[in-house]
């Protein structure tokens, strides 16, 4: 397995660094905006930033628990690979357990990260 990754443009690269900055600011805003509504209703005061950096969180954890469950059912049927997709992280990594190692790829996206998988021979 031969895993392409072609280098993303500068341009792109600052271009989703300046997304998440601009959508960070805004939450920011937001935040800053919505206290005194709170105040008014006497509602809990909540930072969406705090929430999104939550749910990031929860989704990495969710992401690492489903390639671990993926790799330990390959080593118990003796398989050499895991292939798996969709999660936009490529990687290619040996994942080792007292029953023995696989290992894990991920093909990662066309988008973000410019990268595919390809099988040879």
């Known amino acids: 397995m031969v895993m392409y990754s072609m280098q993303q443009p ?3 690269q600052s271009c989703s660094l300046s997304l998440v900055v601009m959508v960070m600011i805004f ?3 937001l935040t800053v905006q919505l206290t005194g509504a709170w105040n008014y ?3 809990k005061k909540m930072s969406f930033s705090k929430k999104i950096k939550h749910g990031v969180k929860k989704a990495v954890a969710w992401v ?3 390639e671990q ?4 059912l390959a080593i118990r049927k003796k398989y050499d690979y895991v ?3 969709h999660i936009h992280q490529p990687q290619q990594r040996v994942i080792e357990n007292d029953q023995g ?3 894990y790829l991920n093909s990662g996206d066309w988008i973000e990260n410019l990268t595919s998988l390809e099988y040879q021979k």
Do not use: D
């Not at 469950?69 to 330990?72: L, S, Y």
């Open 10 to 12: 500068k341009e792109a």
């Open 27 to 29: 939450l920011s805003y």
């Open 41 to 43: 209703w006497a509602v």
């Open 64 to 66: 690492s628990n489903f």
């Open 69 to 72: 469950t993926a790799a330990e």
């Open 83 to 85: 292939i798996c997709g």
């Open 101 to 103: 190692k696989v290992t």
